[in-house]
């Protein structure tokens, strides 16, 4: 289909199934697509073999900075997502205009790593395409425009859905849909790791790679183990949102950095590579020596790691027995813990912004126990995540925005399915 044809499936109706399963308005979606086919066919006129896309954010829902130690997590992909409008060039080159940013231009050509890239997005673009060519697909060039309404700096993992849906495009363009959903995860976390330069699990790509609720034990990163868990919030009476307190994630590479590092000490010294492996009883036995060759930091974060780690198997469980007032109140203790011991609600390079603190802040007075909340992704800036009781839910946007500017509580559903072409 060319530009026209596409518009007019949408408009008359072509995609409204897969419009409401993945967002609930159609009439919304519909405005939507229809907006970026036509700032695609503004940037790249005259083309045909016009395609859809879309992969979604994320929402961590236990196990805070957990799966780069090789951890486990519970995971939704949200219905907040990156769409893109595609079509084939038959060259040599990827041409990517995300609205907002400057074009991004890949040579299929010379697919290795660029440090003068990191931060970039065609870091991830020549990243996912360096593993796609490394599989055997029979890279070709093409022309996309995207347009995301995932909160950028916001914790719902921006990035891993651009990069999930860069493997999606090559995935179903050129691979004949042959890599699978975990395969694109790992595809896009690599390009995050080696060609971004961020240091990161595989949790983000994984959820929204994934879709649905999902749990997943990363044990053997090669060889993930996940469980898809049915959870329906509005059964139990609860809204789940984020509230984005205004920080931005951009500058804070270096501490997302130090967790790992610092976890990786601590593993090292107790003789293993990551802390999933590690002897907890040696490690609370050695603490006095772990202090003096890590530090207090170090150890305080590994102690979140062991707690955390166990905390996600009791979420799970009681998700699956439906015990959800269970399920809240080891939310507020995975939260209680970030704070305490993972350390991670705001950057000693600026101390003086602390909107995740004031957030919880905030919502613990008002929850006043009924509910949870908690710091939400990476943390240091960005966003909380709370289980609000639906019957309160106005209330509480008008208090938190009050704070933190209209629309910075931002309700999120889980999306049933992660990246994919509609069809």
Request: proline residues 3%.
């Given at each position: 289909?060319n530009?026209?044809?596409?518009r007019?499936a949408?408009?008359?109706?072509k995609y409204?199934?897969?419009?409401?399963?993945?967002?609930g308005?159609?009439?919304?979606?519909?405005k939507?697509?229809?907006?970026?086919?036509?700032r695609f066919?503004?940037?790249?006129?005259?083309?045909?073999?016009?395609?859809?896309?879309s992969?979604p954010?994320r929402?961590?829902?236990?196990?805070?900075?957990?799966?780069?130690q090789?951890?486990?997590v519970?995971?939704g992909?949200?219905?907040?997502d990156?769409?893109?409008?595609?079509?084939?060039?038959?060259d040599?080159?990827?041409q990517?205009?995300?609205e907002g940013?400057k074009?991004?231009a890949?040579?299929?050509?010379?697919l290795?790593?660029?440090?003068?890239?990191h931060?970039?997005?065609?870091?991830?673009?020549?990243?996912?395409c360096?593993?796609?060519a490394?599989?055997?697909?029979?890279?070709s060039g093409?022309r996309?425009?995207?347009?995301s309404?995932v909160?950028?700096g916001s914790?719902l993992?921006s990035?891993?859905?651009?990069?999930?849906?860069?493997g999606?495009?090559?995935?179903e363009m050129?691979?004949?849909?042959?890599?699978?959903?975990?395969?694109?995860?790992?595809?896009?976390q690599?390009?995050?790791?080696e060609?971004?330069?961020?240091?990161?699990?595989?949790?983000?790509?994984?959820?929204?790679s994934l879709g649905?609720?999902?749990?997943a034990?990363?044990h053997?990163p090669n060889?993930?183990?996940?469980e898809?868990?049915?959870?329906?919030?509005?059964?139990?009476g609860?809204?789940?949102?984020?509230?984005?307190?205004g920080g931005?994630?951009?500058?804070?590479?270096?501490?997302?950095?130090d967790?790992t590092?610092?976890?990786?000490?601590?593993?090292?010294?107790?003789?293993v590579?990551?802390?999933?492996?590690?002897?907890?009883?040696r490690f609370?036995?050695?603490l006095?020596d772990?202090?003096?060759?890590?530090?207090?930091?170090a150890?305080l974060r590994?102690f979140?790691?062991f707690?955390e780690?166990?905390?996600v198997?009791?979420?799970k469980?009681?998700?699956k027995?439906?015990?959800?007032q269970t399920?809240l109140?080891l939310?507020?203790?995975?939260?209680?813990?970030?704070?305490?011991?993972?350390?991670?609600?705001?950057?000693?390079?600026?101390?003086?912004?602390?909107?995740l603190p004031l957030?919880?802040a905030?919502?613990?007075?008002f929850?006043?126990?009924?509910?949870?909340c908690?710091?939400?992704?990476?943390?240091f800036?960005?966003?909380i995540?709370?289980?609000i009781?639906?019957?309160?839910?106005?209330?509480?946007?008008?208090?938190i925005?009050s704070?933190f500017?209209?629309?910075s509580?931002?309700?999120?559903?889980?999306?049933?399915?992660?990246g994919?072409?509609?069809v």
């Open positions: 289909m530009t026209t044809e596409i007019q949408i408009q008359n109706g409204d199934d897969r419009f409401v399963m993945l967002y308005d159609a009439a919304a979606a519909k939507r697509y229809c907006q970026a086919v036509d066919e503004e940037i790249f006129p005259e083309r045909e073999g016009i395609r859809i896309f992969a954010g929402t961590e829902i236990g196990g805070n900075h957990t799966d780069h090789h951890g486990s519970l995971a992909a949200v219905d907040l990156v769409i893109a409008v595609v079509a084939p060039s038959g040599r080159t990827i990517i205009q995300s940013f074009m991004a890949v040579t299929l050509d010379d290795e790593p660029d440090p003068a890239e931060g970039h997005a065609t870091a991830l673009i020549r990243g996912v360096s593993r796609f490394a599989l055997g697909c029979p890279l093409f996309a425009y995207t347009t309404n909160l950028k914790g993992s990035s891993a859905a651009f990069e999930v849906l860069i999606n495009i090559i995935n050129f691979f004949s849909g042959k890599a699978d959903a975990i395969t694109i995860a790992k595809i896009s690599f390009a995050e790791r060609y971004f330069g961020k240091p990161c699990g595989l949790l983000d790509q994984m959820a929204s649905g609720f999902t749990y034990d990363f053997d060889d993930p183990v996940t898809k868990i049915e959870l329906d919030l509005h059964a139990f609860y809204t789940l949102c984020v509230v984005d307190t931005n994630h951009a500058d804070l590479t270096q501490d997302y950095a967790i590092v610092e976890c990786s000490k601590i593993s090292q010294a107790l003789g590579e990551f802390l999933r492996d590690a002897d907890q009883e609370y036995e050695r006095a772990l202090r003096q060759s890590c530090g207090d930091r150890v590994a979140h790691f707690h780690q166990q905390r198997g009791d979420q469980a009681a998700l027995a439906a015990d959800f399920f109140r939310v507020n203790e995975s939260g209680e813990s970030s704070y305490d011991y993972l350390q991670n609600l705001y950057s000693t390079s600026s101390v003086s912004e602390q909107g957030a919880l905030l919502t613990k007075r929850l006043k126990g009924d509910g949870a908690r710091v939400h992704g990476g943390g800036a960005g966003t995540q709370c289980y009781p639906t019957a309160r839910l106005d209330a509480y946007k008008t208090m925005e704070v500017g209209e629309n509580c931002c309700i999120l559903n889980i999306r049933p399915v992660g994919c072409e509609l």
